[in-house]
């Protein structure tokens, strides 16, 4: 199992900048794909970025493709999510979640492609 504990959530202007860490516990991170969803109020979670277990692959929604990037540190056991040219739109609750190994039912995705979870952090972009 894997504990995951996000942070660098904040309040921010629009066209800033924030990078969200995500934690996990354990001694076998890079054999999890690790992945980054967002809730906005009102809203159903969404899938934002995902990566794979050396990072090799990377996946983006359409909607932050070119202003959000996703790595990982598997030594330091952190995936992080650098977010630039923030927009309103982008405000919502970041979680990030884990699957172990892949397989080729693997669809980065989709939510269900996940087991563990963290609380998430806040993102507020202001206009």
């Known amino acids: 199992q894997v504990q995951l504990v996000e942070s660098g959530g904040g309040l921010v202007q629009a066209g800033g900048s924030l990078r969200l860490s995500c934690a996990a516990s354990?001694?076998?991170?890079?054999?999890?794909?690790m992945a980054w969803f967002r809730q906005a109020p009102g809203k159903e979670r969404e899938f934002v970025a995902a990566i794979t277990l050396s990072g090799s692959n990377t996946y983006y929604s359409d909607s932050v493709k070119g202003r959000f990037t996703i790595s990982r540190d598997n030594a330091k056991n952190t995936v992080y999510l650098q977010m630039d040219r923030l927009k309103p739109d982008d405000t919502a609750v970041y979680s990030c979640?884990?699957?172990?190994?892949?397989?080729?039912?693997?669809?980065?995705?989709?939510?269900?492609?996940?087991?563990?979870w963290g609380q998430g952090t806040q993102v507020t972009v202001s206009s």
């Open positions: 354990g001694r076998t991170f890079s054999s999890y794909n």
């Open positions: 979640a884990a699957r172990y190994l892949s397989g080729s039912a693997y669809q980065p995705n989709s939510q269900s492609a996940y087991s563990y």
